[in-house]
């Protein structure tokens, strides 16, 4: 386990974007990362990487980035009702979601198919058709790189919000997190409320599911709408769906009726970002390799050869674009390493 100079980021990065790192290291065990921490370059700050699913490299990472390696998944405990599992943060986080639908267990089907790591989940507090990670959430060990001290997290701890959590906030880069527990059912209570999961569950004739066919489904709409990294370079959403104030919701639909919007509590309504971005105008939209999906208005994509600074500015135009026309301002759902 050494560090290595100069090293190319684009086999790390489900954008496929080539940036490279100054100084790259993977771990496996907490013993490897303590000793990559102690032996670390001076005068570099430290960045974690996973699946490298959820970012955009516009340049080259000046910082010790260390690749996320710990596998490993046990159960911890369980009774008739329910399984504690633990899971390493370096495991590819649809195998966890195989590992528990093959069991029967409940609480990931929704989940299918999120791009990756465990390690990474918590962080935006994943989520995908009416579940977030948070519900089943128990408990995450993380170690503070400046201390090297081991610390749990528990629910209250991740201050778990709409794609949030502390490590997006206070606890930003300070932690590796380890290992993450979460609580499953043995009989579960499946979540169907949203629409296209019932539509496609009545296309098959399923009238009684079970964890596997929710999580069939959620593949088979996933692959319908979202492209596959592997073939097209994306980050899944790259916009947050904003969060706007009822009274401006109203005032939009008053001139866009067909605006699609979830209203929550404390008068704000949650807009379709993927909708203000094809009513704009921009959906299947190519600037060289730099594009926005034709099937998902809300996944930018590298065709090719994009730079990270290409999908910046075509990120740029559309918030500025979306702004003038509802007065509405997206926010990157990824995070930009600029
Ligand atoms: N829509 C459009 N045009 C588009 C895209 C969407 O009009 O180009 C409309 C759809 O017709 C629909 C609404 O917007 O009425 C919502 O679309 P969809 O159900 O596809 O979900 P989303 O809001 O675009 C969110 C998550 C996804 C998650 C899906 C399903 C965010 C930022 N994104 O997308 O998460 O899979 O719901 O639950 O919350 C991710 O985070 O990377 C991700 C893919």
Same mark, same amino acid.
């Given at each position: 386990m050494n560090w290595i100079s100069n090293a190319s980021l684009k086999d790390y990065n489900t954008f496929g974007i080539e940036a490279r790192a100054a100084y790259f290291a993977s771990f496996d065990s907490l013993e490897s990362l303590k000793e990559l921490l102690d032996s670390k370059p001076e005068h570099f700050p430290i960045m974690i990487l996973g699946g490298g699913s959820n970012m955009l490299l516009v340049k080259d990472v000046n910082a010790c980035v260390l690749h996320h390696n710990v596998k490993g998944i046990e159960v911890i405990s369980e009774n008739e009702k329910e399984v504690l599992v633990r899971a390493g943060g370096g495991e590819v986080w649809h195998d966890l979601v195989m590992y528990s639908v093959n069991r029967g267990w409940g609480g990931l089907e929704n989940l299918s198919l999120i791009p990756g790591y465990v390690g990474a989940a918590p962080i935006q507090n994943i989520g995908a058709y009416g579940v977030e990670l948070k519900d089943c959430f128990v408990s995450l060990d993380a170690i503070n790189i400046h201390s090297k001290r081991l610390h749990t997290f528990n629910h209250a701890l991740c201050e778990f919000g709409y794609r949030d959590s502390i490590f997006k906030n206070g606890a930003k880069g300070h932690y590796v997190i380890l290992n993450v527990t979460l609580r499953l059912q043995k009989n579960p209570r499946l979540n169907l409320g949203y629409g296209a999961i019932q539509k496609e569950l009545e296309n098959r004739g399923i009238? @009684?599911? @079970?964890v596997k066919d929710v999580s069939k489904v959620v593949m088979a709409i996933r692959r319908s709408k979202l492209p596959d990294p592997m073939v097209l370079g994306n980050s899944g959403s790259f916009f947050k769906n904003p969060i706007v104030s009822v009274a401006m919701a109203d005032s939009i639909q008053s001139k866009h009726p067909d605006l699609v919007r979830y209203d929550l509590p404390a008068a704000t309504s949650k807009l379709a970002a993927g909708w203000l971005i094809e009513q704009a105008g921009w959906k299947g939209y190519r600037e060289g390799d730099a594009g926005v999906h034709e099937k998902q208005a809300l996944v930018l994509v590298n065709h090719g050869k994009a730079s990270g600074e290409d999908i910046w500015n075509l990120a740029t135009k559309i918030i500025e674009d979306v702004h003038a026309k509802f007065g509405v301002r997206l926010e990157p759902e990824v995070n930009i390493l600029q």
């Open positions: 009238k @009684n599911p @079970n």
